[in-house]
T-cell receptor
Framework: SAVISQKPSRDICQRGTSLTIQCQVDSQVTMMFWYRQQPGQSLTLIATANQGSEATYESGFVIDKFPISRPNLTFSTLTVSNMSPEDSSIYLC???????????FGPGTRLTVL | GQNIDQPTEMTATEGAIVQINCTYQTSGFNGLFWYQQHAGEAPTFLSYNVLDGLEEKGRFSSFLSRSKGYSYLLLKELQMKDSASYLCAVRDLPRGYQKVTFGTGTKLQVIP
């Protein structure tokens, strides 16, 4: 299985600022994903981040608001730009583990925007 | 589009058996996942069904019927620690890339 870490684990930010969340995996993986989980709700896919290509964004999410980098097969970042209180959520990094056809999740980043 | 339905909440007694249902209507299908999520924690993988039938893994079993767009997660010998949300998720491969869509989750409360 894959071991995934995220930084920061939580942050409190001011409206209008930006936060970059880092995701590190202990093994090389082809597919990485970023999800958002708002309080009391299920997971919503923001985008798929594959190395060597631009991230693929889901409906309702745009690159200007959520720029993503994927410089190599073990690392990705998600930036939440020009934050508003509506962006308060848990942001989860996830990877697809091809050996077992399983998706694993990082511990999440709990973001509060004031 | 994707539409995945699960009951919002369920309550069951310690030691009993509970079945959590999931129905889906999706434009494509390449497998169904069940995840467990304790409050404040990330989801953890429970099972993955691609073919019809029952997959058993200890106290947890998962069933899939592709023709009916239906799955269930069966938890036996319930323990207090099984109190959590259970998420049904469908895997699709639209336009050649992978996408996993999650249902809203079922919050299970196990009572003594």
């Amino acid at each position: 299985s894959a071991v995934i870490s995220q930084k920061p684990s939580r942050d409190i930010c001011q409206r209008g600022t930006s936060l970059t969340i880092q995701c590190q995996v202990d093994s090389q993986v082809t597919m990485m994903f970023w999800y958002r989980q708002q309080p009391g709700q299920s997971l919503t896919l923001i985008a798929t981040a594959n190395q060597g290509s631009e991230a693929t964004y889901e409906s309702g999410f745009v690159i200007d608001k959520f720029p993503i980098s994927r410089p190599n097969l073990t690392f990705s970042t998600l930036t939440v730009s020009n934050m508003s209180p509506e962006d308060s959520s848990i942001y989860l990094c996830s990877v697809w583990w091809e050996a077992t056809d399983t998706q694993y999740f990082g511990p999440g980043t709990r973001l509060t925007v004031l | 589009g994707q539409n995945i339905d699960q009951p919002t909440e369920m309550t069951a007694t310690e030691g009993a058996i509970v079945q959590i249902n999931c129905t889906y209507q999706t434009s494509g299908f390449n497998g169904l996942f069940w995840y467990q999520q304790h409050a404040g924690e990330a989801p953890t993988f429970l099972s993955y069904n691609v073919l019809d039938g029952l997959e058993e893994k200890g106290r947890f079993s998962s069933f899939l019927s592709r023709s009916k767009g239906y799955s269930y997660l069966l938890l036996k010998e319930l323990q207090m620690k099984d109190s959590a949300s259970y998420l049904c998720a469908v895997r699709d491969l639209p336009r050649g890339y992978q996408k996993v869509t999650f249902g809203t989750g079922t919050k299970l409360q196990v009572i003594p």
